[in-house]
């Protein structure tokens, strides 16, 4: 029977956009399907399908905002055996016309002025905002559709609607504003319930100040908000409630709140049960209504933010002059918690950092963190708890001032948060150093997996684009990330200029000067991500919608490009060898934008589009080399120069082996000099030459640069260079984290046959390096859960497949120079230690 329904990638979604949304499945067993029939009860029956597809589109009418839907699939085996018809999921349509909406964005009167402008000026205590409705009867299904800038905190009857936090999403939001949609059923009543919202004004309006540390600061909109409830009752009839003119707001506890620099919480100024029907709002005043607004609110279509982990402090220790400083044992992003029982009015300052001084307190220094960040808390009397709710930082330390020495280390913890996209990977070997390694990788791709994927939590919690397609593989290997990333890239095409320019941030809310606006391989993330979409989930709808905006960037880079070289850009960032050319480096990110949009045409059917592109692709490879092939050596000769060529193909053949021996025997040596452009480069590059003793090598290096330097030297998550710990910068960056694809496609063998999508067709070929005795590698595919474990010890050989139903593996052996080997009954051999093996559980071996 199927399994795992799923809609547009997400399990029983609510409030999403799309009017003909993807239905896929998974199949449970062995057999293979030949067929499908899908019903979505009463909207549309596919009939029996003739198909081995496990996505397919709603094929009814296009369904109208609102629509509740419920749906199930059948399938047939090769036997011709049709299945038990699946468990019912379901789907809800949000709202999907501005005129859909009737409420009102309100805000509080301190927020805006007379004519309706945003004061962007010093921070001002936070609103609370009120509003009641009286219920007429029974509720058989309730919903909230609500939306805040730049934070909001919605409650219903003083209880939370969600578990979210930090919403909406990271949008452009003069562009977009992300609504969240709510079954809110269970928390209302029958006769008087209230609505409460606390707004804060997140990155939507980051005001200037002077006290505490800005990476930018400008505004796209103070702190308002939306909300509409839509009640059903048992017999039928329906109701509506909004925000509107008869709301009330009043300040709340929380004093201050700045993106960058901290918050301010008086617990003394809270209001008890301020959001329950009844409650005294004597002293507040009408809300400020804000015309027209509407047109902007979209669906958010991924999983939002969510705390998904709780770390006690394991150690409080004073500092030299008695300081108290916890320490929660690893690097996050989130919220440090104070739980505490004092005496009102007792002022604390809390310094977030993952540094601490000789003196053992906590470091902010710019290059790192930014400085001053702290947030400000005054207790309330008794038993308290407080967290930031409208911001958050980087930390490992918690530096509390003012904390009474008594206090104990149970006084903090820390709360990481990161988009709830699920965790589907597995890493683990004999080596405890390589296991590290993926840990703190995993835990920096963690710390920056927000409503866009930043390059610290810190002093930027900006989306640097070049992360998200030079580390694509590291990102979804560990976690499902299909809804995830469609929604990225609508924040990134958003961010594209009417000349094509995609900025190297977005959503763009600070321009930046030069080449860290402008870089091919920043903003070609524009071509790449809907490309690698197609690749790792077999979703084509991210090239369908964007391949204009696609065509749009490789024309812009076309215009900026002279007899095809690129000239602008950033270069290798972060290399240690700056006789790398800028033009080079600028001009391979041409390339693979051209060639990309090559392959994307073609898989679209546009055969004209793709011959066009094709040429362009040999054009620029024509150019690279006339400009920077030199007595034998590409750019003067360095490392990133070498194996930008060698990925290009365009080495001469009489060159190209002794480029990858030299290449290989650095990177064996752990004398890397690349930076994180080229970084995914270079092991792609080793990795299809089958130099994997090299990168064998540079894994399990702990001299300087490598990432057993960083292990060795303390870090918890991965670091903004190659000496981190030692030399400061952030201690939560996972740009130099490609090595993690590696594990899995290279040790774990875990990739894809050629010309495969969604790993329909896998291709299962791990490597066993050096002294490693065992690799287990697991991670999660579109078919299902795809597992690889192997382990060798005297003079024998076992590795063990599982291949998801609806999926085949070609499996190659290494070549351990074992004496025979031992397969399955079931695989069919296809070349010199391969074989063809479907859906299961198998065994190979080699040896004794």
Request: charged residues 20%; proline residues 7%.
């Amino acid at each position: 029977m199927p399994t795992n329904l799923r809609t547009c990638d997400l399990t029983d979604p609510l409030g999403i956009e799309a009017t003909r949304p993807v239905l896929s499945w998974r199949l449970t067993g062995a057999a293979a399907q030949t067929a499908y029939h899908v019903r979505v009860d009463g909207l549309w029956d596919s009939g029996e399908v003739e198909s081995a597809d496990q996505r397919v589109v709603y094929g009814g009418e296009p369904l109208a905002g609102r629509t509740a839907a419920i749906w199930r699939v059948r399938t047939r085996d090769e036997t011709g055996r049709w299945s038990e018809w699946s468990e019912p999921a379901r789907f809800e349509l949000g709202l999907l016309e501005p005129e859909d909406w009737s409420a009102s964005w309100i805000t509080h009167p301190d927020w805006y002025d007379e004519g309706g402008d945003p004061r962007v000026g010093e921070g001002r205590p936070l609103p609370l905002l009120a509003g009641e409705f009286t219920l007429a009867g029974q509720v058989a299904a309730a919903r909230l559709y609500v939306a805040g800038l730049g934070v909001y905190v919605a409650s219903l009857n003083g209880a939370p609607v969600t578990d979210a936090v930090l919403e909406p999403a990271y949008t452009d939001f003069t562009r977009r504003v992300a609504y969240a949609t709510h079954d809110v059923t269970a928390l209302l009543r029958e006769g008087r319930n209230a609505l409460g919202l606390t707004l804060g004004p997140g990155i939507a309006h980051v005001f200037p100040h002077q006290d505490r540390y800005m990476k930018f600061y400008g505004s796209k909109a103070a702190p308002k908000a939306i909300a509409q409830l839509e009640v059903r009752y048992a017999d039928g009839t329906t109701e509506r409630f909004g925000t509107d003119s008869g709301w009330l707001a009043t300040e709340g506890p929380t004093t201050r709140s700045h993106w960058y620099g901290g918050e301010d919480h008086d617990a003394r100024l809270r209001l008890p049960d301020w959001d329950v029907p009844g409650a005294d709002r004597s002293g507040w005043r009408p809300v400020v209504v804000l015309p027209g607004g509407t047109e902007l609110l979209r669906a958010r279509s991924c999983p939002p933010i969510r705390v998904t982990e709780e770390l006690p402090a394991v150690e409080k220790r004073p500092a030299k002059d008695g300081t108290p400083v916890f320490d929660v044992g690893t690097v996050i992003a989130g919220w440090a918690e104070l739980r505490l029982d004092l005496p009102a009015g007792r002022y604390l300052r809390v310094l977030p950092g993952d540094q601490l001084d000789d003196y053992g307190r906590v470091v902010q220094s710019k290059p790192a963190t930014g400085a001053p960040i702290f947030n400000t808390y005054v207790t309330k009397d008794g038993p308290q708890t407080w967290h930031p709710d409208f911001r958050y930082d980087g930390f490992r330390y918690v530096e509390v001032q003012g904390l009474p020495e008594h206090v104990g280390r149970e006084a903090v913890a820390g709360l990481a948060l990161r988009a709830a996209n699920d965790a589907i990977g597995r890493f683990e070997t004999s080596n405890p150093l390589l296991n590290d390694i993926h840990r703190i990788i995993d835990r920096a791709v963690r710390g920056n997996m927000y409503s866009v994927l930043t390059d610290c939590p810190h002093r930027e919690k900006l989306g640097w684009l070049e992360q998200t397609h030079l580390l694509f593989d590291v990102v979804a290997y560990n976690y499902d990330v299909a809804a995830y990333l469609r929604e990225l890239l609508v924040t990134i095409a958003e961010a594209q200029t009417p000349e094509g320019l995609v900025p190297d941030i977005a959503p763009e809310y600070v321009v930046f000067d030069g080449p860290f606006r402008d870089d091919p391989n920043w903003g070609g993330a524009m071509v790449r991500i809907p490309w690698q979409i197609y690749r790792w989930y077999g979703d084509t709808s991210a090239l369908e919608r964007h391949y204009d905006a696609m065509a749009r960037y490789v024309g812009y880079l076309t215009g900026k490009a002279d007899g095809g070289i690129v000239r602008h850009g950033l270069g290798d960032w972060f290399g240690l060898d700056g006789s790398t050319p800028v033009p080079l480096v600028s001009t391979w990110g041409y390339w693979r934008a051209a060639g990309t949009l090559a392959r994307a045409a073609e898989v679209l059917g546009r055969d004209d589009d793709a011959k066009r592109y094709r040429a362009l692709t040999d054009e620029i490879s024509a150019a690279f080399t006339d400009a920077f092939l030199k007595d034998g050596r590409f750019g003067g000769g360095g490392q990133a120069s070498q194996v930008f060529a060698l990925d290009m193909g365009v080495v001469p053949a009489d060159l190209a082996q002794g480029a990858l021996d030299e290449l290989s025997a650095a990177v064996r040596a752990g004398e890397i000099t690349v930076g994180e452009v080229a970084l995914p480069a270079l092991y792609q590059v080793l990795t299809r030459a089958g130099r994997h003793d090299a990168l064998y090598g540079f894994a399990t290096s702990t001299s300087h640069p490598s990432y057993g330097y960083q292990v060795r030297h303390g870090a918890t998550a991965l670091t903004e260079a190659w000496d981190g710990p030692t030399r400061g910068l952030s201690q939560n960056h996972y740009m130099l984290g490609a090595i993690d694809a590696w594990f899995y496609r290279g040790l774990g063998g875990i990739g894809q046959a050629p010309g495969s999508t969604g790993f329909r067709r896998l291709l299962i070929a791990p490597a066993a390096p050096g002294d490693l005795a065992s690799v287990t590698a697991r991670t999660e595919t579109p078919y299902g859960e795809v597992g690889v474990a192997w382990q060798r010890a005297d003079g024998a050989y076992e590795l063990q497949v599982e291949v998801p139903p609806g999926s085949t593996a070609e499996v190659r052996l290494p070549d351990l120079g074992l004496p025979r080997c031992t397969v399955p009954g079931a695989a069919t051999a296809v070349g010199e230690r391969a074989w063809q093996v479907p859906a299961g559980r198998w065994t190979f071996g080699a040896g004794r």
